[in-house]
T-cell receptor, first 111, second 111 residues
Framework: KAGVTQTPRYLIKTRGQQVTLSCSPI?????VSWYQQTPGQGLQFLFE???????NKGNFPGRFSGRQFSNSRSEMNVSTLELGDSALYLC??????????FGPGTRLLVL | TQLLEQSPQFLSIQEGENLTVYCNSS?????LQWYRQEPGEGPVLLVT?????EVKKLKRLTFQFGDARKDSSLHITAAQTGDTGLYLC???????????FGSGTQLTVLP
C-alpha cells in the first residue's frame, strides 16, 4: 500500500498570504489528523477529520482550518500567515482508533 | 507546559553504548506510543504500550509502560549509528482522539 502523501513538500509564503496544504491518506483510512511541528513547541495537534466531519480540534486560532473530502483526502488552510506559522505540517491517517501513520510533511516558511 | 516531558532532550553517545530515554507525565494515558523521526520525514511508529507495567521488545529496543500509565521508558542496547534520530513519545488520554506528543529526545550515535 502507498503511504500517506503530502503536497507540496516545501512552500515559501509571505506574511498576510494564505496557504492550502494537501494530504492523501493510506487507502481505506478514514481518519486524517493534522499536526504542526516547530523547534520551540514540538508536535502539536491541529485537528482530526473522520468521514468528512471534524471530530477533534486542538488549541489553534481560527486562521487554521481544514476539510475532508468524500475520498478521505484532506486539506488544511492557513489564512493571514504570520512568521510564527513557519513549521513542518504533518498529516497522519488511521483506519481505526489507534495507530496513526504519518506523511513526510510540508515544510512551510513564512517570510 | 508539556503534558509529556521527555528526558534527556539531547543525547550523544558512542556506537555500542546503552541508553535510556524517559517520558513522564502527571496525567494517566490510555496508551503511549514511541516514534522515531528522521530529518525531512514524518514520525514512524515503533511501538504502542497499553497495559500498565507492560514491557515490549523490538530487537535492541525495550519499551516499558509505568504501572500507573503515567510514564514510559525506551532503552536501547548496543546503540548503532542507524539509531540516530528524534525519538518522540505520544499518548492518548482517555477516549480522546487527540495525540499528545512529548518534547522529543534527539539521539546521535557516533561511529
Amino acid at each position: 500500500k502507498a503511504g500517506v502523501t503530502q503536497t507540496p513538500r516545501y512552500l515559501i509564503k509571505t506574511r498576510g498570504q494564505q496557504v492550502t496544504l494537501s494530504c492523501s491518506p493510506i487507502s481505506g483510512h478514514r481518519s486524517v489528523s493534522w499536526y504542526q511541528q516547530t523547534p520551540g513547541q514540538g508536535l502539536q495537534f491541529l485537528f482530526e477529520y473522520f468521514s468528512e466531519t471534524q471530530r477533534n480540534k486542538g488549541n489553534f486560532p481560527g486562521r487554521f482550518s481544514g476539510r475532508q473530502f468524500s475520498n478521505s483526502r484532506s486539506e488544511m488552510n492557513v489564512s493571514t500567515l504570520e512568521l510564527g506559522d513557519s513549521a513542518l505540517y504533518l498529516c497522519a491517517s488511521a483506519w481505526g482508533q489507534e495507530t496513526q501513520y504519518f506523511g513526510p510533511g510540508t515544510r512551510l516558511l513564512v517570510l | 507546559t508539556q503534558l509529556l516531558e521527555q528526558s534527556p532532550q539531547f543525547l550523544s553517545i558512542q556506537e555500542g553504548e546503552n541508553l535510556t530515554v524517559y517520558c513522564n507525565s502527571s496525567s494517566v494515558f490510555s496508551s503511549l506510543q514511541w516514534y522515531r523521526q528522521e530529518p525531512g520525514e514524518g514520525p514512524v511508529l515503533l511501538v504502542t504500550v497499553v497495559t500498565g507495567g507492560e514491557v515490549k521488545k523490538l530487537k535492541r529496543l525495550t519499551f516499558q509502560f509505568g504501572d500507573a500509565r503515567k510514564d514510559s521508558s525506551l532503552h536501547i542496547t548496543a546503540a548503532q549509528t542507524g539509531d540516530t534520530g528524534l525519538y518522540l513519545c505520544a499518548g492518548y488520554k482517555g477516549s480522546a482522539r487527540q495525540l499528545t506528543f512529548g518534547s522529543g529526545t534527539q539521539l546521535t550515535v557516533l561511529p
